[in-house]
């Protein structure tokens, strides 16, 4: 093992990996001004709802996100040109968690993993060529990589296929409920919209979902498929990427492509003056430690995290409870309404809370949809009450891919004195 996962081969998939990845990087960065979404999602709204735990993290007043979004971009150009890339990929990747943890109500997968790839990138080699580093004498030439660094990426993006072809076993999707939702509201066009609401396309997709994201990566892995699971990788990212709009994650995906390739192939096709590595040379036994102590936990936490909500009370699908981070990608609709209603305990007298008084549209639709924003929320409902005896009632019922409404929450629950649990099911959280 030690021999393989430290062998030498080329570190051309690598280079243009990182070319790509920071091209990307800042076209996300920029794009985010450009369309709007730093505005709506950072700036306009009063206050963001963060992961639980990290509420003090908060967009910069006035326009500063506009200034944190443009630094991240350029950081993209440097990660690119291979410029003080260490320096570089580091700031990048605080600055984005910084902006991944600080909200969650455009939460994306692939924003998700963008995080982790950039996490990785700063332990692996991805400046040693064509790169302005080694122009400028900052670091030494390289040729080659160890193995490791390929089959890092490689099992990061299977685990991200396996969990979501997993994922899809359930009802709605199997009968391809959900994607004649997803594919209809898509589009207004109504020559798409008659295509899309035929049941065997519909359905038809449901199943090719399914087996793509299951079976791509070995497809990729055998030299006699590899081919055509590049073309079947393009179909589908290209697909999405029309008609789902969802930024730029079915390119980042297909970039992982690289390093299922021979090493050689990828140097022929982008550095053609690039020396053929010497077979010979002595092993590169760089990153024994990283590897050992770092990234191999890391990646069997990832392999183990998605798994989470099973040990949870409870339909994941319904409650929410362990659904981030684990690659459950648009998976259902979700569709609810929420009232609240604040009780004077001194003089009891009930009246309704106007929610919509400082949240955005956007945030108000995750409110009445998502368990863990309706406690956020009940807490600054708290603050804004400090000093007087309340209580917090909330009535509130959801529907997953328009079908019968429930109640989510106990609406006996006094949410003035709920209690958040982090790991385990929250009993205000009903169950059917």
Known sequence: ?????????????????????????????FGAI???WVKNVLISPEFTFSFIGL?????????????????MGFLGIAIMLGFRYRLAIISYTILWAGVYFMQKTSYNNHYYLLLLISFYMISIPANQYASLDVKMGKVQKQNTMPYWVSLVFITQIAIVYFYASIAKFYPDWLDGTFTKLLLTGATSNEFLKQLFSNKYFYVFVAYAGILFDLLIVP?????????????????????????????????FALSFSLFFYPPEKIRKLFFKNKPEIDASTKQNFFGKKIILYFLFPFLCVQMLLPLRHHLIKGDVL???????????????????????????????????????????????????????????YCQKIKEEYKGKNISIFIDCKNNINRGKYKMLVDPKQDFAKAKWNYFWHNEWILLY
């Open 219 to 251: 497809l990729l892995l055998f030299k006699k498929t590899r081919t055509i699971a590049l073309i079947a990788s393009l179909t589908f990212h290209l697909f999405n990427a029309i008609f789902l709009q969802i930024g730029i994650f079915p390119f």
């Open 34 to 36: 450009i369309t709007g």
């Open 318 to 376: 319904w409650t929410e409870e362990g659904h981030r981070l684990s690659w459950r990608m648009m998976l259902r609709k979700r569709d609810g309404f929420i009232n609240i209603m604040i009780k004077d305990n001194q003089t009891g007298e009930i009246t309704p809370y106007d929610y919509h008084k400082n949240l955005t549209e956007k945030q108000t639709r995750a409110l009445a949809t998502k368990p863990d924003y309706i406690w956020q």
């Open 55 to 71: 509420n003090w993290l908060q967009p910069l007043p006035g326009n500063g996100m506009y200034f944190y979004f443009l630094v």
């Open 1 to 29: 093992m030690k021999q393989l996962l430290f062998k030498n081969i080329d570190n051309s998939p690598l280079i243009v990996f990182r070319i790509f990845f920071g091209f990307l990087v800042a076209c996300e960065s």
